[in-house]
């Protein structure tokens, strides 16, 4: 299944439902961070897991795959300056990802050439 929101490949992504007392702040502040459901991060925790599984099936394991996932995600949430600014940094960085990925066999055949040098 493609979760793909079909303009570039990167996963669409959702914001979180508000809270009707909550705020999201537009500031370097941390006020938004308090108000996203562990629930939502861990859904994109599992879109970004997704990607980095489509890159390269069966190149690593699962949980691997999902640490990274977890690491770039927490990253992200970190450096973010808001709930807009994050989901835009999440998208940016796959899509980024994505486009600049070179399987780990390919770039080594182009780097060392098997380590058959003539």
Known sequence: PNMSDGHDG?????????????????????????SVA?????NQVE??????????PGAATSRSKLMLAMRFEQLIFEKAENMEDYLKKIHQRLKRLKKNYKPEEEHNNNNNNNGFDA
Not at 38 to 42: A, D, E, I, K, T
């Open 47 to 56: 879109q970004v897991a997704k990607v980095l599984a489509s890159l390269e």
């Open 10 to 34: 990167a996963p669409a992504v959702t914001p979180p439902q508000q809270q009707p007392n909550s705020t999201i702040t537009t500031t370097s502040g941390s006020t938004w961070r308090k």
């Open 38 to 42: 562990q629930s939502f991060r861990n």
